[in-house]
């Protein structure tokens, strides 16, 4: 079975209120978006890459040229992330077996490297649940309900990352089976809503989300940095 990468690039980037969707900003010399597409492109894991961009998009074509050996750009974003995603498998369908692996990542996720790439995979290791990376919780953790204000045992709590990694076929099942597409803010949440648990790989903290303004800072100290 193959590996195939799909970074959903169709988001606007509300909480990050620049002129246009972050992942077009410039982070470290380059669009976030060709940072993680570069991350893919250098990974001998992994046969091809597709980005899933908003129909409308008209910045596409300067970041990643038509012809770029190795990707493929998909113009068939939605309104939230889920739809993004689903409709870009269900465009894959003649390209993709049911049992190749889709690995999902953020357009904003500009850390991503070819290491990461293959922790993930070697990770997972054929789980029929798959995985993603992510990092245990360090800080202390505090819930308000109904004012109600406790602290939640860090023990076993983690942060979910991107890639995450998933058969074409179970992906495609758990995401036509989830019904409140806001509530899927990662695909990992509806392999899980079909009773399956994806293992957690340790991710690295350099392979943050771009969220808000002040990350685009922290993205960029870590992308100066020498790698490894
Ligand atoms: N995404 C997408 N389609 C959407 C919404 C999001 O492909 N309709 C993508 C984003 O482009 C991003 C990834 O999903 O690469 C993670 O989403 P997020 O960080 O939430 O990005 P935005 O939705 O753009 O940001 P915001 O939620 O602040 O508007
Ligand atoms: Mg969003």
């Given at each position: 079975?193959?590996?195939?990468?799909?970074?959903?690039?169709?988001?606007?980037?509300?909480?990050?209120?620049?002129?246009?969707?972050?992942?077009?900003?410039?982070?470290?010399?380059?669009?976030?978006?060709?940072?993680?597409?570069?991350?893919?492109?250098?990974?001998?894991?992994?046969?091809?890459?597709?980005?899933?961009?908003?129909?409308?998009?008209?910045?596409?074509?300067?970041?990643?040229?038509?012809?770029?050996?190795?990707?493929?750009?998909?113009?068939?974003?939605?309104?939230?992330?889920?739809?993004?995603?689903?409709?870009?498998?269900?465009?894959l369908?003649?390209?993709?077996?049911?049992?190749?692996?889709?690995?999902?990542?953020?357009?904003?996720?500009?850390?991503?490297?070819?290491?990461?790439?293959?922790?993930?995979?070697?990770?997972?290791?054929?789980?029929?649940?798959?995985?993603?990376?992510?990092?245990?919780?360090?800080?202390?953790?505090?819930?308000?309900?109904g004012?109600?204000?406790?602290?939640?045992?860090?023990?076993?709590?983690?942060?979910?990352?991107?890639?995450?990694?998933?058969?074409?076929?179970?992906?495609?099942?758990?995401?036509?089976?989830?019904?409140?597409?806001?509530a899927?803010?990662?695909?990992?949440?509806?392999?899980?809503?079909?009773?399956?648990?994806?293992?957690?790989?340790?991710?690295?903290?350099?392979?943050?989300?771009?969220?808000?303004?002040?990350?685009v800072?922290i993205?960029?100290?870590?992308?100066?940095?020498?790698?490894?």
């Amino acid at each position: 079975p193959r590996h195939y990468a799909l970074i959903p690039a169709a988001g606007v980037g509300a909480r990050m209120a620049a002129d246009g969707p972050k992942q077009y900003l410039t982070v470290g010399g380059k669009p976030m978006l060709r940072h993680a597409l570069e991350a893919f492109l250098a990974s001998d894991r992994i046969a091809h890459t597709y980005i899933v961009v908003s129909p409308a998009d008209g910045q596409i074509d300067a970041v990643v040229p038509p012809g770029l050996d190795g990707v493929t750009v998909l113009r068939c974003g939605g309104a939230t992330r889920m739809e993004s995603v689903q409709n870009a498998l269900h465009a894959l369908r003649a390209q993709v077996r049911d049992g190749d692996s889709i690995l999902v990542h953020d357009a904003a996720r500009p850390g991503l490297t070819p290491e990461l790439i293959a922790r993930l995979i070697d990770g997972v290791a054929g789980d029929p649940a798959g995985g993603l990376l992510a990092l245990p919780v360090v800080d202390t953790v505090k819930r308000a309900a109904g004012g109600q204000v406790a602290t939640v045992p860090r023990d076993g709590l983690w942060l979910a990352q991107t890639p995450q990694m998933f058969s074409y076929a179970l992906l495609r099942r758990a995401l036509d089976a989830a019904t409140d597409a806001s509530a899927v803010t990662d695909d990992a949440s509806a392999v899980e809503a079909l009773g399956l648990s994806p293992r957690l790989v340790p991710g690295d903290p350099r392979n943050l989300k771009v969220t808000l303004p002040a990350d685009v800072r922290i993205a960029e100290m870590y992308l100066a940095q020498p790698t490894t």
